[in-house]
C-alpha cells in the first residue's frame, strides 16, 4: 500500500477539497401556484403533483369554512 513519505500541508489539503462544497439546492417554479419548489416533489403551497391534487393543504381548507 503507498504511504506518502511527507506529510500534506493545510493549503494542500483544502485546495485537494475545494470541489467538497455545498451547493444551492436546485429550485423549480410549480405549475400550478407559481411558487418555487424543489423537483420531483409535491408543492408543499399548493399541494399540486404534475397538475394533480395530491395534498390538501391547511389554507385551502380554511378558506372553505
Known amino acids: 500500500m503507498a504511504v506518502p513519505k511527507k506529510r ?3 493549503s494542500k ?5 475545494m470541489h467538497y462544497y455545498l451547493k ?3 429550485l423549480i417554479k410549480c405549475e400550478n ?6 423537483p420531483h416533489t ?3 403551497f399548493c399541494g ?3 397538475g394533480k391534487k ?6 385551502k381548507e380554511k378558506k372553505k369554512e
Not at 13 to 17: N, S
Open 13 to 17: 489539503a483544502k485546495r485537494r477539497k
Open 54 to 59: 395530491i395534498l390538501e393543504t391547511e389554507e
Open 8 to 10: 500534506h500541508s493545510c
Open 24 to 26: 444551492e439546492k436546485s
Open 33 to 38: 401556484c407559481g411558487k418555487e419548489k424543489l
Open 48 to 50: 399540486f403533483y404534475k
Open 42 to 44: 409535491v408543492c408543499p
